[in-house]
């Protein structure tokens, strides 16, 4: 099957309204282009971009890592969906979904469990999905914002202003292009000794927002044989943590003890110690369910 990620997706707006009509009968969340939205955590503006009215004659090509998200999502929604079919023309679109409609609370299940855990999710979310598979590996899917916490008593907000996501994994290992950036890469991440240095959005001098726009994370090779198991943790310096009064008209800067105080609580809190030089912020893991007897 040629890779969907270069085919033009005919009438886009169509399979979407009907995906979505799909979902409505059989008792689904995913009834409406908002609902996609939502789910895939992507303004809805952009959603009608990519399946919107306009693009029913010309097509779209979805951005990589953009069709994996979407097949997953409705898949957890009980509709069938795989990614061949996305590139299909509407009529022989529509008869992929003519098998029977999965009984009432039997889910679709995704070949790979995810979990993950953070220190403050509000100053970071998280998480894997279910990779892409490529011709050497995997490409790691993933949702990753930045924000902040805000510590009204005190009358002060924390963020970061850096992070470094790695990969602990017996059996892969981030792949190598030679030197070149990634395909894809998004233009917020880079490749560093040992991860991913995250290099921005920036709202101010903190991170803040979605570094990787619908992009993924990282591609990652086998290196051994062993256990699908994957962990990547988001890491942070004790000394990249960003201070600031939730009052702009104070102006009085962020006294260093306060800070110190606010820095330490945060790093208690994700680590339970405070000796450490590179907080762990948070973790998400992916490990291959095991095949059916």
């Known amino acids: 099957m040629a890779d969907s990620r270069e085919a033009t997706i005919s009438t886009p707006h169509s399979k979407l309204n009907y995906l979505c009509e799909l979902a409505n009968a059989r008792g689904g969340n995913l009834v409406n282009h908002g609902a996609v939205a939502r789910k895939l955590e992507l303004q809805p503006s952009r959603i009608s971009q990519l399946f919107g009215y306009a693009t029913d004659l010309s097509g779209t090509t979805l951005p990589a890592g953009m069709e994996g998200r979407l097949v997953n999502a409705f898949n957890d ?95 892969y290992r981030p792949a190598e292009h030679g030197g070149q950036p990634e395909p894809a890469a998004p233009r917020h ?55 600031t009064p939730l009052d702009p008209s104070a102006a009085d800067a962020v006294d260093p003890a306060t800070k110190d105080a606010l820095v330490n609580l945060l790093i208690e809190r994700a680590l339970g110690s405070t000796h450490t030089q590179r907080p762990i912020l948070a973790r998400a893991t992916l490990r291959r369910k095991p095949d059916p007897l």
């Open 77 to 171: 929604d009980q509709i069938p969906l795989q990614l061949g079919w996305l590139a299909l023309p509407l009529p022989d679109f529509k008869t992929r979904f003519t098998q029977p409609t999965p009984k009432s609370g039997e889910k679709i299940g995704a070949p790979w469990i995810a979990t993950e855990s953070h220190a403050e999710e509000s100053l970071v979310e998280f998480r894997l999905h279910d990779p892409d598979p490529t011709n050497r590996g995997l490409k790691l899917n993933a949702t990753l914002i930045f924000g902040t916490i805000e510590y009204d008593s005190d009358g002060f907000a924390i963020s970061v202003r850096d992070a470094v996501a790695t990969l602990e994994s017996a059996a």
């Open 189 to 243: 991440i880079e490749r560093i000794a040992g991860g991913i240095k995250i290099t921005g959005p920036r709202k101010g001098e903190p991170l803040h927002g979605d570094p990787l726009d619908g992009a993924p994370l990282m591609e990652v090779v086998r290196r051994a044989e062993g256990e699908d198991d994957l962990a990547v943790t988001i890491h942070t310096g004790t000394r990249s943590f960003h201070v």
